[in-house]
């Protein structure tokens, strides 16, 4: 038997476990960094996602206080506004009729005079005076 430690002298090693150690020790230093990495990246992502679900918690909870406010403001009925919003889209509607009206007219005189439009007092058609409309932004 060889009595002869080898460990204790590393100028005695062979070659083949120069390079199987020096192997070991590089795998282990990139296994190292790629966890540190991957550790590092993870507690980014984690501190990213909780700040953008706190600032979706505080959006929502100000969207619900406006929303609370808006039906204190207006004693918790929004039937009034409503309405006021059902005349608008039925004045609304008419413009668009009256004007596809219009357009259609226009259409048919452009069609057959030979010198553009033809515009005579009963095909015009007269505006009346629109209701308010008031903008809300919420």
């Known amino acids: 038997m060889n009595t002869w430690n080898t ?3 590393p ?3 062979s070659t083949e476990q ?3 150690e020096l192997a070991r020790r ?3 230093n ?3 960094s790629m966890l540190k990495n991957l550790n590092v990246s993870f507690s980014r992502f984690a501190s990213r996602i ?3 679900l706190s600032e979706t918690v505080a959006a929502t909870q100000g969207a619900m206080e406006a ?3 808006r039906r204190n403001a207006c004693g918790g009925s929004i039937a009034v506004e409503t309405a006021r919003l059902e005349e608008n889209i039925a004045v609304l509607e008419k413009l668009k009729t009256d004007f596809t009206a219009l357009r259609a007219g226009l259409a048919q005189t452009a069609g057959s005079a030979n010198s553009g439009f ?3 007092p009963s095909s015009t058609i007269k505006l009346k005076k629109l209701p308010n409309f008031d903008l809300l932004l919420y």
């Open 50 to 52: 909780k700040e953008r």
């Open 118 to 120: 033809d515009l005579n």
């Open 18 to 20: 120069r390079l199987d």
């Open 30 to 32: 990139l296994r190292w």
């Open 67 to 69: 929303a609370g406010e």
């Open 11 to 13: 100028f005695l090693k």
């Open 26 to 28: 590089n795998v282990e």
């Open 7 to 9: 460990e204790a002298l």
